[in-house]
C-alpha cells in the first residue's frame, strides 16, 4: 500500500525526496494557518518566528499536495521527514483523508498542531503575524523567504489562499520599510 504525504506549506515547494506521484488534494476539517511559533526552522528561542500548521477548524478545507513517498527508500524518507516535522512536539503526526483533485481518495500523513502545545499560537492578527514573520530567522533562513516561496508555489499551482496573499504583501511592506 502506499504511503502518502499532504504538503500544505514548505513540503509543496521542498519536500526533499522525489515523489513517486503528486496530486493536488483537498483535506477537509482543517486549515492551512501561520500558528505555530517556529524556535528552530524559521525563528530562534530569542526571535520566534511563525510556520504554517494544519489547525482543526469543522466547516474548513485545506487545499495543498498530496505527495506519494517511493517504495525504495520509504523508511529513510519517513525518518527524515519526522526529524523535520517533528523538532518539537507541537506537530501530531496524524492518518488523514485527502480527496485527490483526480478523483482518487487516498490515506495519507499530515502534521497537524497540537492546540494544548506551547507553541501553538492562533488568533493572532494579520498584522502581527507579519511584524513576526519580518523579523525572524531560523536555521532554514528568514522567516519571509518561507511565506513567501509557500505563497509563490500555491499561486503556481492555481490554488487560491488569500489570507497568505495579503500576509505576503503586508511582510513586504515591512521589509521595503526597512530597507528604504
Not at 466547516?59 to 505527495?67: D, K, T
Not at 524518507?77 to 517533528?86: A, K, S, T, Y
Not at 497540537?114 to 502581527?128: G, I, M, N, R, S
Request: glycine letters at 8%; one cysteine or more; aromatic letters at 6%.
Amino acid at each position: 500500500m502506499a504511503t502518502w504525504v499532504f504538503g500544505y506549506g514548505s513540503l509543496i515547494w521542498n519536500p526533499e525526496f522525489d515523489p513517486a506521484d503528486r496530486c493536488i488534494a483537498t483535506l477537509k476539517g482543517y486549515h492551512r494557518s501561520f500558528c505555530m511559533s517556529s524556535i528552530h526552522h524559521r525563528g530562534s528561542v530569542e526571535v520566534p518566528g511563525l510556520v504554517l500548521a494544519l489547525d482543526a477548524a469543522p466547516q474548513a478545507e485545506c487545499r495543498g499536495v498530496a505527495l506519494q513517498i517511493p517504495d525504495a527508500g520509504e523508511a529513510a524518507i519517513l525518518e527524515r521527514l519526522r526529524e523535520r516535522e517533528l523538532v518539537s512536539s507541537a506537530y501530531v503526526e496524524q492518518t488523514v483523508t485527502l480527496a485527490l483533485d483526480d478523483g482518487r481518495e487516498v490515506q495519507a500523513l499530515a502534521y497537524v498542531i497540537d492546540p494544548d502545545h506551547v507553541q501553538y499560537c492562533a488568533h493572532l492578527t494579520l498584522e502581527d503575524q507579519a511584524r513576526i514573520i519580518a523579523g525572524a530567522t531560523g536555521g532554514k533562513g528568514p522567516n519571509r523567504d518561507y511565506l513567501w516561496q509557500t505563497a509563490d508555489h500555491l499561486a503556481q499551482l492555481g490554488i487560491a489562499d488569500d489570507e497568505l496573499t495579503q500576509l505576503s504583501s503586508l511582510v513586504r511592506e515591512i521589509v521595503d520599510n526597512r530597507l528604504a
